[in-house]
């Protein structure tokens, strides 16, 4: 889907080691690839990270190069505001339109303040959030 809401996120599997972290930073580094956000979630034995860059389609492949699993995931983005109930309403409109939110995490950047969210399906998502009037990110925003 080419839609302006919808943003690739790189899912990046990590070793749970010394270094591991570092090698895939200096991968995105070598290929002049700039990390606008990430986060990293562990598990015993390996990390995910996950992260929105300014090329992905170059950070995809450099990090398949060089041995690492990673795959490109969809993900939207809901503006939020510093107050409460600020994330009820998107949350809202997305269980009643049957959407599950997988997982999220907060985004803030130069010109936006955002809830990054991975849903089951986010060209549906985006329709609903767009008719119940729940501002989107761009993903030129990012």
Not at 93 to 109: K, Q, S, T, W
Not at 119 to 139: E, I, N, Q, S
Request: negative net charge.
């Amino acid at each position: 889907m080419d839609d302006e809401n919808i943003i690739t996120q790189l899912s990046i599997f990590v070793n749970n080691e010394p270094g591991r972290l570092a090698g895939v930073a200096s991968i995105l580094k070598d290929a002049n690839v700039n990390m606008k956000e990430c986060n990293l979630a562990e598990s015993t034995e390996f990390g995910i990270l996950r992260a929105l860059v300014d090329d992905p389609e170059e950070a995809f492949e450099r990090i398949r190069s060089r041995g690492l699993i990673a795959k490109k995931t969809a993900i939207i983005g809901v503006r939020i505001e510093d107050a409460p109930g600020a994330l009820f309403s998107a949350a809202s409109v997305l269980g009643r339109a049957g959407i599950n939110i997988e997982y999220g995490y907060a985004y803030a950047g130069k010109n936006v303040e955002a809830f990054l969210i991975r849903v089951d399906d986010p060209g549906k998502a985006v329709l609903a959030l767009k008719a119940a009037g729940v501002p989107l990110v761009k993903r030129s925003e990012i």
